[in-house]
């Protein structure tokens, strides 16, 4: 398993995975990083919610093509989502998110490209990194890390500066 350093939205070759709720809301964090830089990222998840109940999204993933090189994977592993900054509840399923990341892996292998996910992925939904931690580490072909772009109070993303 490697960790880079980067802002995750800078990647220009690979599948880049990163969770999504099925309420048919995207407006913060990296999911609004993602969307910021690719517009698709965010116009397509909300057409799934035309064609398909949460329910029935739920645990599912979504392939988001932004050029030939590069596909964006939302993966509806969390029903639901905290909307108040105290919510202790846990919203990341460890089950539907492993489920995906092997499925990203296997997308990986079949059509030749790198594959990342944002470092802790799940964990402010309440998943346990952990867990998903170890999941990562056994899966083939290695599954690269991406530090996370800091997200400021108002949410924006600031891409991080390469030290000298």
């Given at each position: 398993m490697n960790i880079i350093e980067k802002d995750i939205t800078s990647i220009k070759r690979g599948i880049i995975m990163h969770q999504v709720n099925c309420k048919n809301s995207m407006g913060y964090?990296?999911?609004r990083c993602l969307y910021e830089a690719h517009p698709e990222v965010k116009s397509e998840y909300h057409k799934a919610f035309v064609y398909y109940e949460p329910e029935q999204l739920f645990g599912k993933y979504q392939l988001v093509r932004i050029s030939t090189n590069l596909i964006v994977m939302n993966s509806f592993s969390q029903?639901?989502?905290?909307s108040k900054p105290n919510d202790k509840a846990k919203y990341t399923d460890e089950a539907?998110?492993?489920?995906?990341?092997?499925?990203l892996a296997k997308l990986g292998r079949k059509m030749n490209l790198p594959?990342?996910?944002?470092?802790k992925i799940g964990c402010s939904?309440?998943?346990?990194?952990q867990e998903i931690k170890e999941f990562i580490k056994a899966l083939k072909p290695d599954i690269i890390l991406v530090k996370s772009p800091e997200i400021s109070e108002q949410n924006?993303?600031?891409?991080?500066?390469?030290s000298v």
């Open positions: 964090g990296l999911a029903f639901g989502f905290r539907a998110l492993k489920r995906n990341l092997k499925n594959v990342y996910v944002p470092d939904e309440g998943g346990n990194w924006t993303c600031k891409i991080l500066q390469e």
